[in-house]
């Protein structure tokens, strides 16, 4: 082998190197690649095939007085300079990593001539024998024969591609399961590096979630990529792996960070969920933020709709409108060809949906089911992979879709069942590998007392009864509760437990949001017939918790989310979607009649009644913030309660009626407070610190002694699935 530092230049495959200027070429581009990278490349080229070892690096570019983190800085040079070659550690053409030892050339290494041909090392006492070089254009029968053997083998290939598509070639098999992390609280949101050789993804490691990167093969070690304490989620690698784009929930809006580290940057002030257009031009996102880390929550509400921009915060478009479909619309992912965008659209129920990215167009990819997780198109564009909560159970989905990547054509295949829900999909370039985050969840009623006019710390009234237990209601008399149950595949049980948590007792199999007449021996609830929010249609139904006798009481709309009574058990109020905005309505549970009693163009939603029956409160959203509202039962007339940044869900009144006991949540974190009505000052009755949980449907006792409120915490790691195509 010649000194190759000698010749000036050095070739390998389409690269070439100059010693001199430190460069690196392709095809004679240059490339920007400098500093560690290059010169780790050069001490590889120095002696190729043989081990270089990590000691031997460290000794030459990290000094002894040099105060860095002398691995972290090792690896992030190695995969830079993998990225530059279009290199894989899991199968190398150029550097091999030698475990435990270090590094290896093992690519052939030539000089060049410094442009960009390589000169082969021949002995100067031996003459290359010529070889002979036929043209074809100089024998036109040779021409015409391979024209026609290349037409042939054409359509040859063209017919098994139409074949194989004709022959469900869209389904795959999962040939193996990896666990990536082990996190015991819960790592979230993974996106795959451009080579599919690391990952990164969000975990909290006690100060918050933070977007870390790990190598999939080999050690695992966390690199933090952000470390500023704004709760950053979703992380989202560029196609030329140079950034990874971001959502911060404290902050807000889509951020993005050289992946490797370094100050961040905003690119939109609201929205999350971003996604790069397959050529890097566009990210598209939902505008509105994630409520919460919760393995149920869909992740959108009303009015969230698509947006794109480009990475630089320019030309900013949105892409979807607010009740086309209806619904919150969320979770985008990009079409290969970057022509469409699938994504999910949460009612009660949600359904897939397709946007054409030029024209707005959208279609609809599915049916209903009681949620969607994540969707991502397949490498060939010929199939849609997500997670689903269907009757049947969990589990991993994938459906075929028309050629232009439009419309579902068929039902969907079962690919991976169990009882974690597959969430946050990430397929990789070449569709071989899919990351996501497998998330279970642990629910309860839990319970705190006031002692004078401060509470106590938070006890469990009733571990989980099922899947989810929540939407607690204390009876007229504060001494019994109603709690819904939800069960995988089966939505929902209603109970009934004493104030105390104890003598549980099922008084219905079908139904959710129960709420107490007056009467305290009656109660009304949604019955949905077992279909898990994708009944064609809901019923009020009023049962007797004695006889257990139930009657239909009316027909709702499919869409009612929520319900309350009135304090004297005259008038149901419910929300009602249509057009984009949400408002309220009464019906009347004797006569029937119903009216509007909002018509704004926002959402509101979660209606909770005074006890003087004079007032509704209620949330609605404004921006990446949902506000607490105050509606006169008369006339509708609505006037704001809250306006600190968060989300403000409120769930009952103080028997004086002045305030609201409300789900609050505040940079990521929820909890139990109190709302003065006349002052609006917030007061938190708990002090939960964890982002991975939340607080819903606080309940306070009439007389004011006691709150319950559901309490779900999410646990979940990062997997792994190897696919292979599925012949059948």
């Known amino acids: 082998m010649p000194d190759i530092h000698k010749a000036g230049n050095a070739r390998f495959g389409p690269f070439e190197i100059d010693f ?28 190729p095939a043989e081990v270089v070892s990590r000691e031997q690096i460290r000794e030459r570019l990290w000094p002894a007085n040099t105060f860095v983190d002398f691995d972290h800085g090792l690896n992030a ?23 435990r030892r270090g590094y290896r050339f093992i690519a052939d290494v030539l000089p060049a001539n410094g442009n960009g041909t390589g000169t082969p090392e021949t002995k100067p006492d031996v003459k290359p024998a010529p070889v002979m070089i036929t043209s074809p254009a100089k024998h036109p029968r ?35 399961e990896a666990q990536l992390t082990t996190s015991s609280d819960l790592a979230v949101y993974p996106t795959f590096s451009p080579d599919a050789t690391r990952l990164a993804y969000s975990v909290d490691r006690g100060h918050g979630y933070e977007i870390v990167v790990q190598q999939i093969e080999g050690a695992q070690r966390e690199l933090p990529v952000t470390d500023d304490g704004q709760q950053n989620i979703q992380a989202a690698w560029s196609p030329d792996g140079q950034v990874i784009a971001y959502h911060s929930r404290k902050r807000q809006g889509i951020w993005a960070i050289p992946s490797l580290g370094g ?31 919760g393995a149920d929550a869909p992740g959108v509400f009303a009015p969230s709709v698509l947006w794109i921009v480009r990475p630089d915060g320019t030309d900013a478009r949105q892409i979807t409108t607010a009740g086309n479909p209806e619904g919150g619309h969320g979770a985008p992912s990009w079409s290969p060809d970057g022509r469409r965008i699938v994504f999910v659209s949460l009612i009660t129920h949600t359904t897939l949906f397709t946007v054409d990215v030029q024209s707005g167009e959208v279609k609809p990819v599915g049916k209903p089911a009681p949620i969607y997780f994540d969707p991502v198109y397949s ?64 629910s309860g009623i839990w319970s705190i007392s006031a002692t004078g006019k401060k509470f ?56 959710i949001h129960p709420k107490w007449l007056p009467d305290g021996r009656n109660i009304v609830y949604i019955s949905i017939r077992g279909k898990v929010y994708a009944a064609t249609t809901t019923h009020l139904q009023k049962l007797n918790i004695d006889t257990r006798e139930a009657v239909n009481v009316a027909e709702l709309s499919t869409n009612v989310l929520s319900l309350d009574v009135s304090p004297d058990g005259r008038l149901v109020v419910y929300q009602v979607p249509a057009n984009g905005a949400t408002n309220l309505w009464t019906l009347d549970l004797k006569t029937g009649s119903r009216q509007q009693l909002t018509s704004g163009k926002n959402v509101l939603v979660f209606p909770v009644w005074s006890p003087d029956g004079l007032q ?42 002045r305030q609201v006991i409300a789900a609050v949540q505040h940079d990521g974190i929820w909890n139990v407070y109190s709302i003065d009505v006349a002052t609006r000052t917030e007061t ?20 004011g002694k006691q709150v319950i409120y559901e309490h779900t915490e999410t646990r979940g790691n990062i997997w792994m699935l190897s696919l292979t195509p599925s012949r059948k």
């Not at 063209?158 to 070639?169: S, T």
């Not at 569709?431 to 985050?437: C, E, V």
């Not at 237990?469 to 939800?486: E, H």
Request: net charge positive; glycine share 10%; charged share 20%.
């Open 142 to 176: 040779l021409r015409l024969f391979t024209i026609t053997l290349t037409a042939v083998c054409l359509v040859a290939l063209l017919l098994a591609y139409l074949l194989l598509r004709q022959n469900n070639d869209w389904r795959v098999s999962i040939a193996r």
């Open 20 to 47: 001199s200027s430190r460069e690196l070429r392709k095809h004679g581009l240059k490339l920007k690649i400098s500093g560690q990278p290059i010169q780790i490349l050069e001490m590889l080229l120095e002696t």
């Open 77 to 99: 040079a190695i995969n830079k300079l993998r990225e530059a070659l279009g290199d894989s550690a899991d199968s190398p053409r150029y550097i091999e990593t030698v475990p």
């Open 616 to 657: 509704i409160a209620a949330n609605s959203k404004r921006r990446d913030d949902d506000q607490a509202f105050i509606v006169s039962a008369k006339d509708g007339h609505i006037t704001q309660l809250t306006s600190d940044s968060g989300q403000h869900w409120p769930g009952s009144w103080s028997k004086d009626g």
């Open 684 to 703: 938190p009755l708990t002090r939960y610190t964890l982002q991975n949980a939340y607080v819903r449907y606080p309940q306070i006792s009439p007389d």
């Open 456 to 511: 106590g710390e938070p006890v469990v009234l009733r571990q989980r009864m099922g899947d989810r237990t929540t939407v607690p209601k204390i009876s007229p008399d504060g001494q019994r509760v109603l709690v819904a149950s939800w069960r995988t595949g089966v939505c929902c049980e209603i109970w009934m437990v004493n104030r105390d948590g104890t003598g549980a007792t099922m008084l219905t199999a079908e139904g």
């Open 379 to 442: 490498a060939d564009g010929a199939s849609i992979f997500f997670g689903m909560m269907s009757p049947t159970g969990l589990g991993l989905f994938q459906m075929p879709i028309s050629k232009d990547g439009s419309t579902g054509q068929g039902e969907p295949v079962q690919l991976k069942s169990g009882d974690v829900r597959v969430r946050n999909l990430a397929l990789s370039r070449d569709g071989t590998k899919l990351l996501y985050s497998g998330v279970t969840q642990s």
């Open 263 to 293: 100050p961040p940057r905003r690119i939109t002030h609201f929205g999350s969920h971003p996604s790069w257009s397959p050529d890097g031009k566009w990210i598209a996102f939902q505008s509105g933020p994630v409520n919460d880390l």
